[in-house]
C-alpha cells in the first residue's frame, strides 16, 4: 500500500500512527510486543473500546486504559503480563464489567487485559461435585453447560458476572444463605502474578474437597480485586438440583417485624435457600417496574430448596414464625416460570429504583452486620434516609446480615450528592460500630478505602501493605483500589 502513495501520505500515516501511540502512553515497541503475543486483533487502541473497559455499573468515572489487549490463553496472559512488568506499565484486569465499585477504572493508565476469549467450561467432574472454568465464562453460561448433570453453581450476584471476576469480589448474592458465598465455593486458582509467573493456589489440578496444608492461598486472592494478580482459572464446588423448590412472598406491618421473622427462621434452624428483604419503597418501585401487585409494605421474599416431604416442615416453621409477627399468608410460586419472574423481580430492583428518578443515577451501599443487630440497623437507616430527604429503597440479603439502599441521586446537584455521600459514611460507621462491615459483597474499589482503614486498623492494614508489596513490589496490578498507598 504504501509503494502508491506520495511522500506526504505516507508522512501523514507515519505521523498519525506515532500520535495514537504516544497518546496511549504506550510506546511502539510494546504494541509490537503485544501484538507478537495475542494477535492483531487482540491489541485495541480505539477510544470507543478503551472506553467500554474503564467503567462499570458504578458511579465512579471512566477512566480508560491505554490498551486493551484480549488473551486467548494463560500463556498468553503471562506473556503480556511479563511485557508489562518489564516496561512498567499498569495492568487492569477486566471481566464482564458488571462490578460496583470502580474496580475496573485504570486510574494510572496502562494495560486492560480483557478475558472474554478465554472462555471455556473445563475438567468437569460430575462425580466429584467440581468443575474448572476460565474467567471468560458466566455463572448463566456454566449453569447452561450444566443443565443435563443435574449439577449446578448456586452463588447468584443478580448479574450475569464472569465466575473469575466474581471470585476477585468475593461475590455473594440471594443464595448465599443456604450455600454461602464465593469464598466459600471456590477450591483453586491459576492466578498470573506481576511479574508474569503462574501459581497455582492449592497446587495444579488439586480439587480435594477440604485442605490443611500450608497457608491459605486461594482465599488470599479471592476478595483481592486484581490487585496482587489475575485469576485465569477458577475450580469451583458443584450441588446437586434440588428436588423440589418453592418461592413464597409475604408482607409485614413494619420492617421491625420482618427482620425479626428473617432473625427468628434463621435461629429456629430452618436451612431457608434465600430470604430477601425489600423495604416498602422498593417493593413499590419493584410492582411498577416488573408489572407486580404486591402490597406496599416491608417485604419478604423466600425460597426453600429440598425433598417434598422437607419443603412442608420449612414452610410450615417459617409460616407460623412470619405469623406470630403479624406477616400475611404467604403467596405462593411454585412453578417455575412463575418463580423466576419473581426472583427476577428481586434481580431487577437496582433498575426499578432508578425508574424512580429517570436520568438520575444509583449507588447502592453494602452493608454487613451479625444478624442479632440487623433489626436496630435497618431502622435507623430508614429512619436517617426520610431525615435527610434521600431516595434510597432498601433490599438486603438479610439471611447474611447484608443489606443494600440503592441510592438514587442527580450527579448535577452538588448539595444532594453531598447528603448522599455524608449518609453512605454514617451507614458504613453505623455498620462498624455494630461489629459489621462497609462490604458484604461488592468489594472495597475506590470508594471504600478509607473505610477498609477504619475497618481493619493500623495493623491489619500494614499486614495487607506487606503482602501487596511482596506479590507486586512495582504496584503494577489494578493500582489504586483497596489499600491508598504511596509510590515506592
Known amino acids: ?269 430452618v436451612p431457608i435457600a434465600r430470604i430477601e428483604f425489600l423495604d416498602d419503597v422498593m417493593i413499590d418501585a419493584c410492582n411498577r417496574f416488573s408489572s407486580l401487585s404486591y402490597p406496599v409494605t416491608p417485604t419478604l421474599f423466600l425460597e426453600f430448596h429440598g425433598s417434598e416431604q422437607s419443603l412442608q416442615e420449612q414452610v410450615k416453621t417459617a409460616e407460623d414464625i412470619t405469623q406470630s409477627n403479624g406477616g400475611s399468608d404467604f403467596q405462593w410460586a411454585r412453578d417455575t416460570e412463575t418463580r423466576n419472574r419473581l426472583w427476577k423481580a428481586r434481580h431487577d430492583a437496582w433498575y426499578a429504583a432508578l425508574a424512580l428518578r429517570p436520568g438520575c443515577k444509583a449507588y447502592s451501599t453494602d452493608v454487613c452486620v451479625p444478624l442479632s443487630r440487623l433489626p436496630q440497623i435497618i431502622v435507623e437507616t430508614k429512619e436517617d434516609l426520610i431525615e435527610n430527604r434521600l431516595t434510597g429503597p432498601i433490599a438486603g440479603h438479610v439471611g447474611d446480615g447484608n443489606f443494600h439502599c440503592l441510592m438514587v441521586v442527580d450527579p448535577n446537584n452538588p448539595e444532594e450528592m453531598h447528603r448522599v455521600h455524608l449518609f453512605t459514611e454514617r451507614l458504613a460507621r453505623r455498620a462498624l460500630a455494630m461489629d459489621g462491615t462497609c462490604t458484604g459483597e461488592h468489594g472495597v474499589g475506590l470508594g471504600k478505602r478509607a473505610l477498609l482503614c477504619e475497618e481493619m486498623g493500623p495493623v491489619g492494614i500494614q499486614v495487607m501493605r506487606s503482602l501487596k508489596d511482596t506479590l507486586d513490589p512495582n504496584n503494577l496490578m489494578n493500582p489504586g483500589k483497596i489499600l491508598q498507598r504511596e509510590e515506592p
Open 1 to 269: 500500500m504504501l509503494k502508491n502513495m506520495d511522500a506526504f501520505g505516507i508522512i501523514l500515516c507515519v505521523t498519525l500512527y506515532s500520535f495514537v501511540s504516544a497518546q496511549s502512553g504506550v510506546g511502539d515497541g510494546v504494541l509490537s510486543a503485544f501484538r507478537s503475543i495475542c494477535g492483531e486483533e487482540g491489541v485495541s487502541l480505539g477510544e470507543a473500546v478503551r472506553e467500554q473497559h474503564g467503567k462499570d455499573e458504578s458511579v465512579h468515572r471512566c477512566r480508560p486504559p491505554d490498551v486493551v489487549v484480549f488473551p486467548r490463553c494463560v500463556e498468553e496472559v503471562s506473556a503480556l503480563a511479563k511485557v508489562c512488568h518489564k516496561h512498567r506499565l499498569p495492568i487492569i484486569p477486566f471481566g464482564t464489567g458488571t462490578g460496583l465499585e470502580g474496580g475496573v477504572g485504570a486510574v494510572k493508565g496502562g494495560v486492560c487485559f480483557s478475558l472474554r476469549n478465554m472462555e471455556q467450561v473445563l475438567d468437569l467432574h460430575p462425580e466429584d461435585f467440581d468443575v474448572t472454568v476460565e474467567p471468560g465464562v458466566t455463572r448463566k453460561a456454566l449453569n447452561a453447560y450444566l443443565r443435563d448433570t443435574g449439577l449446578w453453581f448456586p452463588v447468584d450476584p443478580g448479574a450475569d458476572a464472569s465466575l473469575c471476576g466474581m471470585a476477585a469480589t468475593s461475590a455473594s448474592g440471594t443464595n448465599a444463605v443456604r450455600y454461602g458465598t464465593m469464598r466459600e465455593n471456590v477450591m483453586n486458582l491459576e492466578v498470573v502474578l506481576a511479574d508474569g509467573s503462574i501459581v497455582h493456589t492449592a497446587g495444579k489440578g488439586r480439587r480435594p474437597r477440604k485442605t490443611s496444608a500450608g497457608y491459605n492461598l486461594t482465599n488470599l486472592f479471592v476478595g483481592s480485586e486484581g490487585t496482587l494478580g489475575i485469576i485465569t482459572k477458577t475450580t469451583l464446588r458443584l450441588y446437586g438440583i434440588p428436588e423440589a423448590m418453592v418461592s413464597a412472598v409475604c408482607s409485614f406491618p413494619s420492617v421491625q417485624a420482618a427482620v425479626d421473622s428473617t432473625v427468628q427462621t434463621l435461629q429456629a434452624g
